[in-house]
């Protein structure tokens, strides 16, 4: 008899998950088609490829080659960056070209761009895009501020869902402005005057603000119906998508997200046990965050942004008691339930690979973008599958011959005995086409094992 889901170790959850990738199905739930033998064996190709990078228990056939751009393929398309976010069609089709071009191993789909009405719909504040206060031709770029005071952590630590309903939405969505006046659910029991909480819900503001988000959830469906369409048809073409959803160090949460970078650095030391019981309280949020988009995404991958726990943010001491605790449990959350985090460490992360040995060996893919890779290798080389590196600057200024000297070191120094993916170090928006390529194919002739 198979064991059910929740009876499963972690390694027979990962296992499950890399199986159900080798299976893809269409959006019917049936087999999906590939269009040719060659791209059947090609998806599964780099598929295994992959999962032994990661597991680390043999060398894969070869390194296998990833590119997480950011705007590129659709600049390299033909289109502007505001394009790509209003014409969904225009944007897949920029993807396509991209991924035929250069043939990476695994790619990031076509979500990067975002659904730009969508943010118009709600008047997000958060972001400028496109149009909306940066250049059509440019990516978009974020406003942090402060939309969490510096007061209000026992709201936040009482009731997250509360919080986020009644005053981080309300800041960052202007449209959701007036859900600031809602009550609390946990108000609604069984007495018979229970009507008294719904007259908000009747007031003229109110109400417009659920027709505009009625309105941005249309959007955002047809602009998923856009993104998650290409994916099927790449798929089926032999190149895999992997990418499950998102998740987030809890500190980066705080900082990022709520209280930006001045405001969490103040509160480290005007308020430290608020900041360590917030981000105690964002840990199983996090964890959950990523076990359900892994679950109705059926694909593994989780992807972690690090910002606030890079070399020079915080201390060795501040990292170890406000950012790692959390970070790790997030990512052993992950794990425990078959995902498999794929942080990205923007920035350097050298102080911090000490830390990375506690984690279990085959279980999470390293993004790294200006980390010392030898060390890297050396430090966590035995356990963590490395990614990335190749510098977004050489990217846009060097030549061909210079990536091929930068790949051949990274493979050299990273790749030996397996547990390294070669990629882009940070999401680039701008790169020679030629560099992009010779990335690819360089790593093919130079990256095969044994």
Same mark, same amino acid.
């Given at each position: 008899m198979e064991k059910k889901w929740e009876e499963m170790s972690a390694d027979e959850k990962q296992e499950a998950q890399f199986q159900k990738l080798l299976a893809p199905k269409d959006p019917e739930g049936n087999d999906l088609k590939f269009q040719s033998p060659e791209a059947e064996a090609a998806y599964a190709g780099r598929i295994n490829r992959l999962?032994?990078?990661?597991?680390?228990?043999?060398?894969?056939?070869?390194?296998?080659?990833?590119?997480?751009?950011?705007?590129?393929?659709?600049?390299?398309?033909?289109?502007?960056?505001?394009?790509?976010?209003?014409?969904?069609?225009?944007?897949?089709?920029?993807?396509?070209?991209f991924v035929l071009d250069f043939e990476p191993d695994i790619t990031m789909g076509a979500a990067g761009p975002g659904p730009g009405k969508f943010y118009e719909i709600l008047d997000y504040k958060l972001y400028s895009w496109p149009g909306h206060g940066v250049a059509p031709e440019h990516s978009y770029q974020c406003n942090e501020g402060e939309y969490?005071?510096?007061?209000?952590?026992?709201?936040?630590?009482?009731?997250?869902?509360?919080?986020?309903?009644?005053?981080?939405?309300?800041?960052?969505?202007?449209?959701?402005?007036?859900?600031?006046?809602?009550?609390?659910?946990?108000?609604?029991?069984?007495?018979?005057?229970?009507?008294?909480?719904?007259?908000?819900?009747?007031?003229?503001?109110?109400?417009?603000?659920?027709?505009?988000?009625?309105?941005?959830?249309?959007?955002?469906?047809?602009?998923?119906?856009?993104v998650g369409g290409i994916d099927v048809e790449m798929a089926s073409l032999g190149f895999p998508g992997i990418f499950g959803g998102f998740s987030k160090a809890p500190f980066d949460v705080l900082g990022d997200t709520l209280r930006?970078?001045?405001?969490?650095?103040?509160?480290?030391?005007?308020?430290?046990?608020?900041?360590?019981?917030?981000?105690?309280?964002?840990?199983?949020?996090?964890?959950?965050?990523?076990l359900g988009a892994a679950q109705q995404t059926g694909k593994p991958f989780i992807f972690m942004p690090l910002h606030k726990g890079a070399d020079g943010f915080l201390s060795d001491e501040q990292y170890k008691r406000f950012y790692w605790p959390t970070f790790k449990q997030v990512m052993l959350g992950l794990i425990e339930g078959g995902c498999i985090p794929l942080p990205a460490a923007?920035?350097?992360?050298?102080?911090?690979?000490?830390?990375?040995?506690?984690?279990?060996?085959?279980?999470?893919?390293?993004?790294?973008?200006?980390?010392?890779?030898?060390?890297?290798?050396?430090?966590?080389g035995e356990t963590l599958c490395l990614l990335g590196n190749v510098p977004s600057s050489l990217l846009k200024l060097g030549t061909p011959d210079d990536i091929r000297d930068? %790949? @051949?070191?990274?493979? =050299?120094?990273?790749? *030996?005995? &397996?547990? $390294?993916?070669?990629?882009?170090?940070?999401?680039?928006?701008?790169?020679?086409?030629?560099? %992009? @390529?010779?990335?690819? =194919?360089?790593?093919? *002739?130079? &990256?095969? $094992?044994?």
């Amino acid at each position: 008899m198979e064991k059910k889901w929740e009876e499963m170790s972690a390694d027979e959850k990962q296992e499950a998950q890399f199986q159900k990738l080798l299976a893809p199905k269409d959006p019917e739930g049936n087999d999906l088609k590939f269009q040719s033998p060659e791209a059947e064996a090609a998806y599964a190709g780099r598929i295994n490829r992959l999962k032994d990078a990661i597991q680390m228990k043999r060398p894969p056939d070869r390194v296998p080659v990833a590119l997480f751009p950011s705007m590129f393929p659709y600049t390299y398309a033909g289109m502007t960056v505001e394009e790509a976010m209003y014409d969904y069609e225009k944007c897949v089709a920029g993807y396509k070209k991209f991924v035929l071009d250069f043939e990476p191993d695994i790619t990031m789909g076509a979500a990067g761009p975002g659904p730009g009405k969508f943010y118009e719909i709600l008047d997000y504040k958060l972001y400028s895009w496109p149009g909306h206060g940066v250049a059509p031709e440019h990516s978009y770029q974020c406003n942090e501020g402060e939309y969490m005071k510096a007061e209000e952590y026992d709201l936040l630590l009482a009731d997250p869902s509360f919080y986020f309903r009644n005053f981080y939405l309300p800041r960052v969505f202007g449209k959701l402005a007036p859900w600031s006046m809602l009550p609390p659910l946990t108000g609604i029991l069984e007495m018979y005057g229970v009507a008294f909480n719904f007259i908000p819900f009747g007031l003229p503001p109110v109400q417009e603000a659920y027709k505009a988000l009625f309105e941005a959830g249309a959007e955002a469906l047809k602009w998923a119906m856009a993104v998650g369409g290409i994916d099927v048809e790449m798929a089926s073409l032999g190149f895999p998508g992997i990418f499950g959803g998102f998740s987030k160090a809890p500190f980066d949460v705080l900082g990022d997200t709520l209280r930006g970078t001045k405001g969490i650095m103040l509160d480290m030391y005007r308020q430290p046990d608020k900041v360590l019981k917030a981000v105690e309280a964002l840990t199983p949020i996090m964890i959950g965050l990523g076990l359900g988009a892994a679950q109705q995404t059926g694909k593994p991958f989780i992807f972690m942004p690090l910002h606030k726990g890079a070399d020079g943010f915080l201390s060795d001491e501040q990292y170890k008691r406000f950012y790692w605790p959390t970070f790790k449990q997030v990512m052993l959350g992950l794990i425990e339930g078959g995902c498999i985090p794929l942080p990205a460490a923007e920035g350097g992360y050298n102080t911090r690979l000490k830390y990375l040995t506690e984690l279990p060996k085959g279980k999470t893919l390293w993004m790294f973008d200006q980390t010392d890779m030898a060390a890297a290798k050396e430090t966590v080389g035995e356990t963590l599958c490395l990614l990335g590196n190749v510098p977004s600057s050489l990217l846009k200024l060097g030549t061909p011959d210079d990536i091929r000297d930068c %790949v @051949k070191k990274l493979i =050299d120094t990273a790749g *030996e005995g &397996g547990g $390294y993916v070669m990629g882009n170090g940070a999401f680039f928006d701008e790169a020679k086409p030629e560099n %992009v @390529k010779a990335m690819v =194919d360089v790593t093919r *002739e130079y &990256g095969v $094992y044994g």
